[in-house]
Antibody
Framework: EVELVESGGGLVEPGGSLRLTCVVS????????MSWVRQAPGKGLEWVGR??????????DYAAPVKGRFTISRDDSRDTLFLQMDSLKVEDSAVYYC?????????WGQGTLVTVSS | QSVLTQPPSVSGAPGQRVTISCTGS?????????VHWYQQVPGTAPKLLIY???NRPSGVPDRFSGSTSGTSASLAINGLQAEDEADYYC???????????FGGGTKLTVL
């Protein structure tokens, strides 16, 4: 059974940092291109960014609103994906999902809630 | 403002057919990027419903189908059931944005 489990969400003040983790099981993680998608309360889905597999270069791409503030990384030895979020803004408040994407059979985690508020 | 445009809501009676449109541009759907569709019941994670324009993952009923034409895509649901009531999102890629783009979502109400 495939499972993606996010953690690390919580309440943080504007300007603060948070690191989200997504532990993946049931697939060959090192071959997977992984993405983060977020959903603000009552709003639609928004792509945050992606990291390719190391065999595909391991490069990252980011959505404009988070570029320069968020960093996606991976540890293939631990089947784990990370999202480092710095200089957080109120508008970054959302449920954050990790996903293999439609090319990877479309597996999603259950999400972790990030609230940015003073 | 989403890059892909969907109607905010659609509705239909049980047994009917409904379609949800997804309008893009020459830098995403019109450029030939695949379109994918997700179903999301509020409070839960999105579920992949259609991938690569018209393919269903294992376990998705054949009542659901996708199509594309030019800069648009559509999701059709035949034989509407109460359990289909959810939010539906289209997704593609965009050459100008170097990543995924989503539609704003469509709330399906089963009357």
């Amino acid at each position: 059974e495939v499972e993606l489990v996010e953690s690390g969400g919580g309440l943080v003040e504007p300007g603060g940092s948070l690191r989200l983790t997504c532990v993946v099981s049931g697939i060959t993680f090192r071959n997977a291109w992984m993405s983060w998608v977020r959903q603000a309360p009552g709003k639609g889905l928004e792509w945050v960014g992606r990291i390719k597999s190391k065999t595909s270069g391991g490069t990252t791409d980011y959505a404009a609103p988070v570029k320069g503030r968020f960093t996606i990384s991976r540890d293939d030895s631990r089947d784990t994906l990370f999202l480092q979020m710095d200089s957080l803004k109120v508008e970054d408040s959302a449920v954050y999902y990790c996903t293999t994407g439609p090319g990877g059979k479309g597996y999603w985690g259950q999400g972790t809630l990030v609230t940015v508020s003073s | 403002q989403s890059v892909l445009t969907q109607p905010p809501s659609v509705s239909g009676a049980p047994g009917q057919r409904v379609t949800i449109s997804c309008t893009g541009s020459s830098s995403n759907i019109g450029a030939g990027y695949d379109v994918h569709w997700y179903q999301q019941v509020p409070g839960t994670a999105p579920k992949l419903l259609i991938y690569a324009n018209n393919n269903r993952p294992s376990g998705v009923p054949d009542r659901f189908s996708g199509s594309t034409s030019g800069t648009s895509a559509s999701l059709a649901i035949n034989g509407l059931q109460a359990e289909d009531e959810a939010d539906y999102y289209c997704q593609s890629s965009d050459s100008g944005l170097s990543g995924w783009v989503f539609g704003g979502g469509t709330k399906l109400t089963v009357l």
